[in-house]
């Protein structure tokens, strides 16, 4: 039994000498990519190796979904194969390394799954709400906070991550200005702790466990300052605010 039984599409192939024998199918890092030997190939001899392609590999009993990240352990136990003979598997803390992504689904039963050589699924980057919000925002709670709302909501799907305030213009007030970021109700769902804002600073956060929800219903984002005397004494202040989220 062999690591890889066949390669439905070929593509690019590298040149290759090993400084010790490869089995056929196991994978070898090089460069910074994964290359599968179609042949087995002797130490210190030419040889080459598959960098591109679709292939098919012995599995774990392992359920797989399409575009499943799919690694190769060393020691895996190939379904129906010999124990710790290697094999490919989807289970991150089995494998060795990642190799490629599945092209279609496998059932535990399977012994074989195909990979796409090389190809990873894409890492999505959060999306950002971003505004400037000056000290003239903010609209006095009648005791030691005061509040703005940010223009643009969370759309409907998102998923909060955390936020930033670069502190431009330091907030002047009284003295340890603290800065929370929640919603109406719950001014510090998206905040760990209070953060300092009376110096040109960059702070953050990321949201809280309460925060960590994906959100039903657009929702305004409500920044909260607090001064240890009262909001009123507070004369000055602007930061350049961006909130993180997964978009749906």
């Known amino acids: 039994m062999t690591a890889v039984t066949a390669f439905d599409i070929i593509g690019d192939s590298i040149p290759y000498t090993p400084a010790s024998d490869v089995v056929v199918g196991v994978p070898q890092q090089v460069a910074g990519r994964i290359g599968i030997p179609h042949t087995n190939l002797s130490a210190d001899t030419l040889g080459s190796l598959q960098v591109k392609g679709i292939f098919r590999a012995d599995i774990a009993a392992v359920t797989v979904v399409a575009e499943d990240v799919i690694g190769w352990d060393a020691d895996g136990d190939p379904y129906g194969g010999t124990a710790g003979s290697g094999c490919y598997t989807n289970a991150p803390a089995d ?24 190809v990873f699924p894409s890492v999505a980057l959060p999306s950002t709400i971003t505004q400037t919000v000056a000290f003239g925002d903010f609209t006095d709670g009648g005791g030691t906070s005061g509040y703005a709302d940010v223009t643009i909501p969370i759309p409907i799907g998102g998923l909060p991550i955390g936020w930033t305030a670069d502190v431009t213009t330091a907030f002047a ?38 925060g960590w929800d994906t959100i039903s219903t657009a929702r305004t984002i409500r920044i909260t300052l607090t001064d ?4 009123g004494a507070i004369t000055a202040g602007e930061m350049d605010f961006t909130f993180y989220y997964n978009a749906a």
């Open 95 to 118: 494998w060795d390394f990642k190799v490629g992504v599945a092209s279609e689904a496998a059932t535990a039963t399977s012994g074989e799954v195909k990979v796409v050589l090389n």
């Open 173 to 210: 007030g009284t003295a340890g200005i603290g800065m929370e970021v929640g919603i109406a109700g719950d001014t510090d769902k998206y905040s760990g702790s209070s953060e300092g804002v009376d110096s040109a600073v960059l702070v953050g956060s990321l949201v809280s466990l309460d």
């Open 228 to 231: 240890t005397t009262d909001f």
